[in-house]
């Protein structure tokens, strides 16, 4: 393929190098209308990256193999690069304007740039799946800004959501996202992330007033000043928020601020199904009772944190229930309470447990904290020690989710590998955790696909909070159609003519793309 | 300049036809680097028109001239279109399949097209600036489906939100954002609405789950199922929310649902400055007490609405609030009324009222409701019959909000033409109601501008509700600078390379367009 499209490009001249200018006057970029991106070939790349080099300073770059392998991808990723798929370079810029000098010289020799904060990502959403720079934006990682009054705050992006909820802690503040530790700001406005405080504040996409961007060329812009409420113009931060880097790198941003609840009540509750634990969310969101988390765990997953050791507790092993109340005031959570273990009963509820004071119900938190890394130690432990993990991770309509949970745990069951679930449902998002040896690694792959096209022909999606990365574009356009990837396809070639930021994650942009997803 | 562009550009061939393919490299799209827009002739005019009413039937389109004068502007619009500033047609789709091939004839032949629906806009964002098509959605008024389990209702794009609530009433629920009366959810799409209620529920922005929207080339998009949350791929659909029908006409739109609150009180608060009543809103805020909507009323405003004699009471003239709680339990908001009381009186409050009982609060939040009306209303039978009406619409953070008001207020009064202050404090935007009469145009206009400019030095924006449409494209530059500017033009380029949907809104299209805004 590559060398027919090379030889057909030579032997039409310059009508073949771009035929995206021959279709300007549609709304949509479909994949075939565009010919293979043509990045610098190892001499340009060498000059680029030297050039770069030169203007941060050779301290602020790294050739060294150790650095390349680690910034490559984590150990815990659903999708890990191949041996060769690693940064040619790192660099580490300290500024807005150094971001846009070295977007500059990327830009001018079509070097591929992969941005990188906190690297926890799961999706392989950054991967260096071209010989390029990764643009590790370590060295940007302080609080700008804490406008008290207006809670909001402004912020470099490789500030971590914990860091940031430690310094807004002591007067009494915090932020909405609460993703999975070590999490950064500006990856987690690239995968749009949330958490299991969604429920009431909102994800990422809520959470963003305003973002400063280095575009493809080095164009610095700014999406918004600080206000609340804006009709200005095009939503410009919504452009950026979930797009993985592939669009612009976000070099800071003002994120809204809450103030904590002075008082967190949690609740936990066992039922017999699972429906049975929608149906009393369902009955929750029905009578506008505002929670600020409700998680549920399947029967394995409960099994699976009564083993850690680790609880004061061990609870029945059954679908249950996390629920986290948060206010001001004791007697109003407690009224609350109340009238929640009325609905739990209503709903079959087996067993219901609430926290009698904050301490109570931080320890009662705990359970559903130590859900994910608990399934990899009892894995580790009891299947192989070098067990490997996919974490899926779909939403639906709250009407559809505990269908799709029953049948996707099932499947899990009956296919031999073990697995835990985990869902965030007042946003009808869950995942499983799929632990697996790794001659099993085609079977979780099926289950996995099995549980996106179950969301997907339930109105869902393929991806609640995690990204599309390399390993789900396919699913993409199976979830909203050819037209509406072609036109995110014509808003990357807008924004990113030379196709060098973050290549091949969210949409394919290289009609000789081999992979399939 | 017309004739120049366009002697050069046949000197120099297929060069000079587009200059903005001799860019493609940038990722933003500066207007010195367009040529002016090639438009139908009057003979492509009537042959497209022509090929719509055949498509669509004559019983589907309208050349009478009430008609087209009708859909021309409102009566109390901001910005009037001139008197050749009229659709040459009106069409009325039936469907979005309908949509899609009218505006493929569009395309074709470079028919400008001016989408609408209820009409209510005010900063002439549906002036026909162009010779073309104005595209009706009267005939798409249906709604749905309402998903009651979900909270979610799916609707066309001329069902009025009033309509929408009087469906939705029954059952107890509501949809969020509740702008002026007659406003239909395709331009409240448009202007990415508001109103009283988005100090609790938010705007538009945070309301619209999904849209089916018809790009300028007639490709049928939608950009999301129905999950709540989603990362999958870049947020198409907040691209479409406030772009004024400049990027694509939504014919179907996912809106979320509210539980309408069962029990409502209204608390009424007078205080002897405006900082006291933005004072008070910061500290609700700051102890997270979440009010459905909280709004301040200057002293001409509460002056005006006890001269229309429609109170059962009238109120002291002083900035006052108007503070909305909702809940489930009376006792609840009873104490949350009670701790309100309190913290209005540490803001020095002079009065306080609060509604025993729903019918009470409804008679008090009456006094909010026709505050718009009866300022017309009040100047038309003191000062002129005549008379017209001028509003701006400016938001800041909330730290800087009395300020702002303060000084405005205090401009209004010194200018000598009658104005009301009206502010949805919780998102730090507000109103000013100018009425003038002719002669009086060119000082509200240079009020307006000033309050504008307070708001930009403040960090705030031109328009926090209302959008940009032809009056404030240049202070859209002012607030965000030419690289955010130019991105947005980027943007329409990609989606819409023929400039026809909506031209000259929000942005300049044209570089040879006369109009300093």
Request: glycine share 8%.
């Amino acid at each position: 393929m590559l060398g027919l499209g090379l030889s057909l490009g030579f032997f039409f001249g310059f009508t073949m190098k771009a035929p995206e200018w021959k279709f300007p006057e549609s709304s949509t970029t479909p994949i075939d209308k565009l010919l293979k991106p043509q990045y610098a070939d190892s001499s340009d790349l060498f000059t680029g990256l030297n050039k770069i080099a030169k203007l941060l300073g050779q301290t602020n770059v790294s050739y060294d193999k150790e650095d390349l392998i680690a910034y490559a991808s984590n150990s815990y990723s659903t999708h890990s690069p191949s041996s060769d798929q690693r940064p040619k370079m790192i660099c580490y810029p300290r500024s807005t304007e150094e971001v846009s000098e070295v977007l500059k010289v990327c830009h001018q020799y079509s070097i591929p740039v992969v941005p990188y904060s906190g690297g926890t990502s799961i999706e392989g959403n950054f991967i260096s799946t071209r010989p390029g720079l990764l643009l590790s934006l370590a060295n940007m990682d302080n609080i700008i800004n804490f406008n008290k009054q207006d809670l909001d705050v402004t912020v470099q992006p490789a500030v971590g959501w914990q860091d940031l909820n430690a310094y807004l802690e002591p007067e009494g503040f915090m932020i909405g996202p609460d993703p999975g530790p070590g999490g950064q700001i500006g990856g987690m406005i690239g995968t749009s992330c949330s958490g299991t405080n969604a429920a009431r504040y909102g994800t990422m996409k809520e959470n963003c007033i305003s973002v400063t961007v280095v575009l493809a060329d080095g164009t610095i812009v700014k999406t918004k000043n600080r206000p609340r409420k804006s009709s200005a113009g095009y939503n410009l931060t919504a452009i950026f928020v979930g797009s993985e880097g592939t669009l612009g790198i976000v070099t800071e941003a003002t994120l809204k601020v809450h103030v904590k609840p002075k008082v967190e009540r949690v609740s936990v509750v066992s039922f017999p199904r699972i429906i049975d634990a929608t149906n009393m969310v369902t009955q929750l969101i029905q009578e506008d009772i505002v929670v600020n988390a409700v998680e549920l765990l399947d029967d394995n997953m409960i099994s699976v944190i009564n083993q850690t050791g680790q609880l004061k507790k061990s609870w029945p092993v059954a679908p249950t229930l996390f629920i986290k109340l948060g206010g001001s005031e004791e007697n109003v959570l407690q009224r609350l309470t109340q009238k929640i273990e009325g609905i739990s009963l209503e709903n079959n509820a087996t067993q219901f447990q609430s926290a009698g004071n904050n301490q109570d119900s931080e320890d009662l938190w705990m359970a559903r904290k130590i859900g994910f890394w608990s399934t990899i130690e009892y894995a580790k432990q009891n299947i192989s020690p070098d067990i490997k993990v996919w974490v899926t991770d779909v939403a639906v309509p709250i009407s559809k989710l505990s269908k799709i949970m029953d049948e996707t745990a099932k499947e899990v069951k009956e296919s031999g590998v073990f697995g835990t679930v985990l869902g965030h449902v007042g946003d009808g998002n869950f995942h499983c955790i799929l632990t697996y040896k790794p001659e099993e690694y085609e079977k979780v792959k099926q289950i996995s696909a099995n549980a996106v096209r179950r969301a997907i022909d339930n109105e869902g999606t393929c991806t609640g909070e995690h990204g599309v990365g390399v390993g789900k574009r396919q699913y993409l356009i199976e979830e909203l159609g050819e037209n509406s990837v072609n036109l995110m396809r014509k808003l990357k070639m807008a924004l990113d003519p030379k196709r060098i930021l973050n290549p091949d994650k969210i949409i394919k942009i290289d009609p000789e793309d081999p992979n399939k997803f």
